[in-house]
């Protein structure tokens, strides 16, 4: 009974799951009721259920049935007024859509206007993109054109990383980016070309740009100079000649702004209109090279190879010509394109980044000063010009003046010059010794008429003279010295000036400029004028009185030497007192010469008398001797007092010293020819004859053709002479061997073998006539007496000799 009543309250439970709970789920419920046993009691509940609610329907639905009824009866009517309304909607749609066919067509076309403004706006959204790429694109093609290589650059750089990223993929963007490789390589290798071409000019213009420079500094020291002049008026120095202007180069093309913020030669005075080497020289090239493979990333490159070029053109200038010694053209040319060369290097240090660094210059300098001076020591070795080689270093000198305003070292080119003085002072030597050797042979070896005032003047003018004596006298009058004098004098003075020339400029000092000139100068009279004067002495046909001459002539030119002293101390302002200042050897060298002088005019004279003896022709076989002296003597003796008569200007001791040489020289060579071998016999009569001419040698001595001997000191020349003869004529034999030997002998300067060869002759001569006169009794006893004399001197020499 209760699982009954458990059974009736779940089905009612089910039940009220079943009204109450919504259709989805009952699933659950109605599993639980298949699941039991009492699936049969449920359906017979749930039918019970079913018939009370349909009980409960139709008490409701009869309930309201009325209100049904009139319902429908209301809805039949709403029927009609339905049907009414709805033809009334049918044609107020009708006419709706006939009223809405324009609009529609209106609104279609709004809606392509509105898709048109959306294309419109995604098409200007896109042009704004890539008209900039286009326009970028289209600049950098004209400036392609126009050969703007580096603004090109920077627009393809633009063009890359701005504005192609911005624009889009497009066909004609891959297009450029796919030429922007293609445009680089071009702009590199156009902007290489153009620096190709501008190396290749200013190798081409180095000459011009170095003429320009020189120029320049020409001009500054030409300003310099004019203001050292004004400071040193009056002090006697002469300044140098300035040297040609060079001529301006025109070149046109524009330059970088890059270079206008530095020039390379110092201009401060527009006046003079000399233009610098950014003037001459379109240096962008390089600029725009430079910019180029820096933004390209090859600096680096560039710049190796920029130093490369300019290392092959540098050895390439420094190649001098093999004819450059030849003119000066030719070292100024070498010079020009030397200094346009680094005119170009250092405007190029100074007006770019890192392009050339100072030590790359400095190498390059070193480098350029070594093969300057090598080349230089060669080529001016075969020079023989002084005018030539002081030209070539007053260029020497502007071409380190000009590179030392630069910044560059040239102490080195200053002791090449020094080097070049000693040249310069041999050549100066030579040359001087052609002046001197043709003053000499064109001299005519007579004292300087002058017949006015002026021509005195003029004379004392160019050579210091002074004598109280000869400006009292009257003219016509005469210098005692011959045209050579002043000549020479001017000569020295003239290489004087030429040694202050090379040394003007060289950065020394007074003293050693002194010290120059003095050394060269006693070098030229040392060497060059003493050869001359001795080759003027010595040379063929040079008479006597050329050489009395030359000896006045020296006397003045010794006098002189404290003139030539006094004249370098003022123009090179260095007292001559100084305690090291070179002394002039002027005056020993004109006592040289003057002694050669003395020395030849010894031989000339001994010369013409053995010319004169050559003409004696004597009778050794005479029987007596005649009254009168020989002919040849007689103009021996006249030429000799014609001779000593010129004498008057020598010194005393030289007159007297030639007298005194021709005395013992005429004596000696009468002697020898009495003993010579060709003379085998001598009679007593060839003996007297020989004797009067003795005697004329002597009276002549006596006359005293030379004043200033003491007595009869010209006599002693013959006296050897003297004392031969007499002891023959008077046949003294018995007191010369008696007293021979003795300080008081009488015949004290006959020699026993001079009287013993003159004997043995006078022998021979006495036994030719033995045959004729053995019968004469005087002849036998006189070859005995010879025979006895011969035998006793033979005797007496034996004994001296033992």
């Known amino acids: 009974m209760a699982q009954s009543a458990d059974t009736a309250a779940e089905h009612q439970r089910i039940l009220r799951e079943v009204e109450s709970t919504d259709t989805n789920c009952l699933g659950p419920t109605l599993r639980s009721v298949y699941d039991g046993q009492e699936h049969g009691l449920f359906m017979e509940k749930l039918e019970g259920r079913i018939r009370n609610h349909d009980r409960e329907i139709e008490k409701m639905c009869n309930h309201h049935f009325q209100g049904f009824v009139d319902s429908i009866t209301e809805l039949l009517k709403v029927r009609g007024e339905a049907q009414k309304l709805k033809g009334q909607v049918i044609e107020t749609n009708r006419k709706l859509r006939n009223d809405g066919k324009e609009l529609l067509a209106t609104m279609d076309e709004l809606t392509q206007c509105r898709l048109q403004q959306r294309n419109i706006a995604t098409t200007i959204d896109k042009l704004t993109h890539c008209l900039p790429v286009l326009e970028m694109y289209s600049r950098l093609q004209e400036q392609m054109r126009a050969k703007r290589y580096y603004p090109a650059l920077c627009t393809l750089e633009q063009l890359e990383q701005s504005c192609l990223p ?30 190709k071409d501008f190396l290749e000019s200013i190798r081409k213009h180095s000459d011009k740009i170095g003429e320009t420079a020189i120029k320049q500094a020409q001009v500054q020291s030409s300003r310099d100079n004019a203001i050292t002049h004004q400071q040193r008026a009056g002090s006697g120095r002469r300044l140098r000649k300035e040297a040609g202007s060079g001529t301006e180069v025109d070149q046109s093309g524009g330059s970088p702004l890059s270079e206008q913020d530095s020039g390379i030669l110092d201009v401060e005075d527009e006046e003079d209109d000399v233009p610098g080497a950014q003037d001459l020289v379109d240096f962008s090239p390089v600029y725009r090279c430079l910019h180029i493979y820096t933004v390209l990333g090859s600096r680096d490159t560039f710049e190796n190879y920029y130093r490369k070029q300019r290392r092959k053109q540098a050895r390439l200038v420094l190649q001098p010509n093999s004819n450059m010694h030849e003119t000066l053209e030719g070292y100024r040319r070498y010079f020009n394109q030397i200094v346009g060369f680094f005119v170009v290097e250092d405007h190029v240090l100074h007006t770019t980044r890192g392009l050339v660094n100072r030590a790359y210059v400095e190498e390059l300098w070193e480098l350029a000063l070594s093969k300057t001076i090598a080349a230089l020591r060669t080529h001016s070795s075969y020079c023989t010009d002084p005018d030539l080689i002081l030209d070539l270093k007053n260029l020497i000198v502007l071409f380190a003046d000009t590179l030392q305003g630069y910044g560059f070292p040239t102490s080195q080119l200053f002791d090449m010059l020094l080097e070049l003085r000693d040249q310069y002072g041999e050549v100066l030597l030579k040359k001087w010794n052609r002046f001197f050797r043709q003053i000499l042979d064109q001299d005519n070896y007579s004292p300087i008429p002058v017949a006015t005032q002026e021509e005195y003047r003029r004379i004392a003018g160019q050579f210091p003279f002074q004598d109280p004596e000869l400006e009292k006298m009257s003219f016509p009058k005469k210098f005692p010295f011959s045209e050579f004098v002043p000549k020479v004098y001017s000569q020295l003075k003239e290489f004087i000036y030429a040694c202050l020339k090379y040394s003007e400029d060289l950065h020394l000092s007074s003293t050693e400029i002194d010290d120059m000139i003095r050394k060269s100068t006693n070098l030229l009279l040392t060497r060059t004028l003493s050869n001359c004067l001795q080759y003027a002495i010595k040379k063929k046909n040079v008479g006597l009185a050329e ?55 010894y031989t000339n004279l001994n010369l013409k008398i053995d010319q004169f003896l050559q003409l004696a022709d004597y009778d050794w076989m005479a029987a007596q001797g005649g009254g009168q002296a020989s002919d040849y003597l007689s ?22 010293t030639a007298c005194m040489s021709a005395c013992k020289h005429l004596s000696t060579s009468l002697l020898q020819l009495l003993l010579e071998a060709d003379v085998r016999q001598v009679s007593m009569g060839a003996l007297q004859q020989f004797n009067v001419d003795v005697k004329e040698c002597e009276r002549f001595a006596r006359a005293g053709p030379v004043p200033g001997f003491q007595g009869d000191t010209l006599l002693l020349a013959f006296i050897d002479l003297r004392q031969l003869l007499d002891l023959f004529i008077q046949w003294d034999w018995s007191t010369y061997l008696a007293d021979y030997g003795r300080p008081s002998c009488k015949y004290l300067r006959v020699n026993p073998h001079t009287a013993l060869a003159l004997l043995e002759k006078m022998k021979d001569t006495s036994r030719k006539n033995s045959v004729f006169s053995q019968f004469r009794k005087n002849e036998r006893d006189k070859q005995k007496l010879i025979d006895t004399v011969v035998r006793q001197l033979r005797n007496l020499i034996a004994a001296h000799q033992s």
């Open 547 to 601: 050489l009395v001459q030359i000896i006045v002539n020296t006397t003045h030119l010794e006098m002189s030497c404290h003139y030539l002293e006094e004249f370098i101390s003022n123009i090179t302002n260095v007292p001559p007192h100084m305690v090291n200042a070179t002394k002039l050897y002027g005056t020993s060298t004109f006592k040289d010469a003057r002694h050669a002088a003395e020395e030849e005019i």
């Open 635 to 656: 103009d021996l003796i006249a030429f000799l007092c014609s001779t000593f008569s010129v004498f008057t200007h020598l010194p005393g001791k030289v007159a007297q």
């Open 166 to 195: 911005r624009a889009g993929e497009y066909r004609f963007c891959a297009i450029m980016a796919e030429n922007i490789p293609v445009l680089r390589a071009h702009i590199r290798d156009v902007s290489m070309s153009d620096l």
